[in-house]
């Protein structure tokens, strides 16, 4: 391989009906080639490039929730875990702790990711905009947060009476 630090395998390679496979992990991001090259007494030579992603790295926290709520409402609150370029990073997993803005409202405490994603549900009390806030990652200094108006939910005033025309 042209990386000196790929892992390779340490033992022969048997081609069956003219075809092998077998795991190779390249260490350094960038073009990578891997050349293969029988042991026959007339050696047959195959060379593939490919160019190889940098490993994800946790940068981020996506967090989204409605545009507005009524006060009082539980809401989904949906968490996606982020590399530098902004993909979502499956496979990630962790726990984040959560906040809010708002005093009042009813939030987990923490929440696990599971493949990179999680939902949390929260219920805001506080009128006003108010955001929910995520902290993960190894010394939970990787952030994330959304913010959303919560309004006052409907409110009874009056309510209407309906008699039949007549009794009798």
């Known amino acids: 391989s042209s990386d000196a630090g790929a892992a390779l395998p340490l033992v022969p390679i ?3 009906d ?7 992990t390249f260490a350094t991001a960038g073009q990578s ?22 490993a994800q790295v946790l940068t981020s926290f996506a967090v989204s929730m409605p545009q507005r709520v009524i006060a009082g409402t539980s809401i989904g609150v949906a968490i996606v875990a982020l590399d530098a370029t902004g993909r979502p990073m499956r496979g990630y997993t962790g726990t984040v702790a959560l906040s809010s803005s708002d005093p009042a409202a009813a939030l987990p405490a923490t929440v696990s990711l599971n493949d990179g994603r999680a939902v949390a549900r929260v219920t ?6 108010q955001t ?5 990652g190894a010394a939970s200094d990787i952030t994330g947060t959304a ?22």
């Open 18 to 24: 003219g075809r092998a496979s077998f795991q190779v």
């Open 33 to 54: 080639s891997l050349t293969v090259t029988t042991l026959s007494e007339t050696p047959i030579t195959g060379t593939r490039t490919t160019t190889v992603l940098p």
């Open 124 to 129: 805001f009390g506080t009128m006003g905009v």
């Open 147 to 168: 913010s959303t108006l919560v309004q006052a939910g409907p409110v009874l005033t009056s309510f209407a009476v309906v008699l039949p025309k007549g009794v009798s």
């Open 14 to 16: 048997v081609f069956r």
């Open 132 to 136: 929910v806030s995520v902290a993960g």
